[in-house]
């Protein structure tokens, strides 16, 4: 049996199913990698761990719903969220998912003094490895193939690719108990998938967005924060010629992990007016009417204490180096709008029935670059905005303090 076949037969659920192997493969080494990296940063596990289990089932539904999603071919409502038939979405996924984990991870936040955005970045840039694996399935059920090409225009490619880039030949209606075993081909009708002269080819999208995502975790999580600490390294050695025996991680310890400011400075630097304790102090002698003036003033006081928060000064404790530091959030903030630069740059190439909002081109494009704008502005408000006015002393941001 040839992998045509072999393909064939799986992708209708009588034989073992690469897809799920390959998603469940993606999914298991991103949650080792966050495991890994919940214990470099000394952070409790057991709530990354119910995290998965509640964020999980969630994104599934999202993949799901928006995987089946037809404007043009609506179907019955409750079967959008069957995941165990084919038609998943990885933005529907992605929405879900990240909407599930903000508010759980807020949670954790404020339980463990831990940033949520230390939260985002261990997790979020990571689910790319899981992208790129997982879209290795949709290579083995001939999905998300681009535009048609001539076989010649994919030499360049291994022979188990190239001559798999096809698209199998599903009659309408489809008959009971049918396993798809022809090819679509140039002139639309059914041919013999090893027919290579009369086969319409397609460009393997799958495999330009599965590089692509590896090589921006590679930029996320490797290069950036690398560049980033290493561009003090001569700085480090001009200043204090005692360091010249040091490794750049070593200085970069030295000057800024190490350091330890005193927690009453850090602690008066941290305290707010509790608003709660001024506005309700007397509530048991209020009548109904005035607890709900009193609950507007509130909240009118709260939003000013948040608007002219400054912790400028507790940034100076905490980082007295001066040091232009990769804040947490920046990872996440780039994850989503990388990923989504390349995900509009590839819906181009392909078909209205396979985007992310399926046969509404114009609203795919428009919630795409929605997220483009939402990443760039989280990039903006981590790196000036949030650590400089909600900074909290003893928290874990960028180090532990």
């Known amino acids: 049996m040839n992998l045509g076949t072999w393909i064939a037969h799986d992708t209708y659920g009588n034989w073992f199913r690469p897809y799920w192997f390959l998603i469940f493969c993606g999914f298991a080494i991103t949650i080792i990698l966050l495991w890994v990296n919940f214990r470099k940063r000394h952070i409790h596990t057991q709530g990354l761990y119910l995290g998965i289990f ?11 719903f928006f995987g089946k999603y037809d404007a043009k071919n609506p179907i019955f409502f409750f079967t959008l969220f069957a995941f165990w038939q084919p038609g998943m979405s990885i933005h529907g996924g992605l929405i879900f998912g990240l909407i599930t984990g903000w508010i759980w991870f807020g949670f954790e936040s404020r339980k463990h003094n831990i940033s949520i955005w230390v939260y985002a970045d261990l997790i979020v840039p990571n689910i790319l490895l899981a992208q790129a694996i997982g879209r290795w399935g949709n290579f083995f059920n001939h999905e998300l193939l681009g535009a048609a090409v001539a076989r010649e225009q994919l030499m360049w490619l291994p022979s188990f690719i190239r001559d798999n880039l096809f698209k199998w030949y599903v009659p309408d209606p489809i ?3 049918f396993h798809p075993t022809q090819a679509v081909g140039i002139g639309g009708g059914p041919v ?25 975790w590679i930029l996320i999580v490797i290069a950036l924060p690398l560049i980033f600490r290493y561009s003090y390294y001569w700085r480090f050695k001009k200043e204090e010629p005692d360091f010249t025996k040091l490794s750049w991680k070593g200085i970069w310890a030295k000057w800024y992990y190490d350091i330890k400011p005193d927690p009453m400075i850090v602690n008066n630097l941290s305290q707010e007016v509790n608003l709660k304790k001024v506005y309700f102090k007397n509530k048991h002698k209020m009548t109904k009417k005035q607890v709900m003036k009193t609950y507007f003033k509130y909240h009118g006081a709260r939003l000013k204490q948040i608007l002219k928060a400054d912790k400028r000064e507790l940034e100076k404790v905490e980082n007295p180096h001066r040091l232009k530091i990769f804040r947490c959030g920046i990872q996440t903030g780039i994850y989503l709008a990388g990923y989504n630069i390349i995900r509009i740059i590839l819906e181009t190439q392909r078909d209205d029935h396979d985007l992310f909002i399926k046969n509404m081109r114009i609203l795919d494009y428009v919630i795409l670059s929605l997220m483009i704008g939402i990443g760039l502005i989280l990039i903006l408000f981590a790196q000036w905005i949030a650590v400089m006015k909600w900074r909290k002393g003893g928290w874990l941001y960028e180090k532990q303090y």
């Open 54 to 64: 509640v964020i999980s089932p969630i994104a599934l539904l999202g993949a799901s």
């Open 192 to 216: 013999d998938p090893t027919d290579f002269n009369n086969v319409q080819y397609f460009q393997p999208i799958f495999l330009y967005e599965s590089f692509a995502n590896i090589l921006l």
């Open 175 to 177: 008959p009971n108990n």
